[in-house]
């Protein structure tokens, strides 16, 4: 089982980019896929962007065009390199794990896009 931290959150303008960083301890990790989640205030979770195992990437329409997943085994690391970024996009961001019956999730890292 992996632990994962997240980090690279903050108050950012309109217009503006963040990159957010999944850092996970344990092995294996190459094995699992990985998905960043945002939930707003007042709302639910919802899926952002996913990266396979195999580095096949999925992205919500809301998203498409401005996001960016990746992954580097060898750093244990999963990026998500936000542009263009919006108010709406203002969220706790977790990242989330999984492989077979194995399933993990970070702390969350804030988000906040403001002028």
């Known amino acids: 089982q992996v632990q994962l931290v997240e980090s690279g959150g903050g108050l950012v303008q309109p217009g503006g980019s963040l990159r957010l960083s999944c850092a996970a301890s344990g092995s294996m990790f190459s094995f699992y896929a990985v998905g960043w989640y945002r939930q707003a205030p007042g709302k639910q979770r919802v899926l952002v962007a996913s990266?396979?195992?195999?580095?096949?990437?999925n992205y919500a329409d809301s998203v498409k065009g401005r996001f960016t997943i990746s992954r580097d085994n060898v750093k244990n690391t999963v990026y998500l390199q936000m542009s263009s970024l919006k108010p709406e996009d203002t969220a706790v961001y977790y990242c989330?794990?999984?492989?077979?019956?194995?399933?993990?999730w970070g702390q969350g890292t804030q988000v906040t896009v403001s002028s």
């Open positions: 990266i396979s195992s195999g580095g096949n990437t």
């Open positions: 989330h794990a999984n492989w077979v019956n194995f399933d993990s």
